[in-house]
């Protein structure tokens, strides 16, 4: 983002109620927005696969092959792959971009890091509503 971006920093809730390996929901400006602790790193990605808009908080989250040569089988980005539960399409929980066109196709990803205690978001413009969904799920 260039100097002249606005940006905000949305505290959303305690970082003690998104330990590791749980997620969370929140809403803002009518946008569903996933969180996510894995291995202490946090992540926030829109909660709709861009082919069907299924919810993506439903996702596993893991690895996946990397490129290679023939016949090798490369594993990398462990934990920071999610895939999408209906039909396993594959997001960078970091960059938002899939696997398998990066520069075609991706999910939006946001900058959460944790502030003062608080999980909180950094967005282009102050939100006009943030509403905690009803959603928590723990490993």
């Known amino acids: 983002m260039n100097s ?8 959303l809730f ?19 927005i996933a969180l996510f602790n894995v291995d202490g790193n946090l992540y926030a990605i829109a909660n709709k696969c861009p082919h069907q808009g299924v919810p993506m908080v439903y996702g596993s989250i893991g690895g996946t092959q990397l490129p290679s040569n023939p016949q090798e089988y490369v594993y990398g980005l462990h934990n920071r792959i999610i895939s999408c539960p209906l039909h396993g399409w594959e997001f960078d929980l970091e960059t938002g971009k899939t696997i398998f066109a990066p520069d075609k196709v991706s999910i939006r990803s946001y900058i959460v890091k944790e502030e003062d205690g608080y999980i909180a978001l950094i967005l282009r413009k102050e939100p006009q509503s943030v509403i905690r969904k009803n959603f928590h799920c723990k490993p």
């Open 4 to 11: 002249q971006t606005i940006q905000s920093s949305v505290k």
């Open 14 to 32: 305690p970082i003690s109620e998104l330990m590791e390996g749980e997620r969370q929901l929140v809403e803002i400006d009518g946008v569903e």
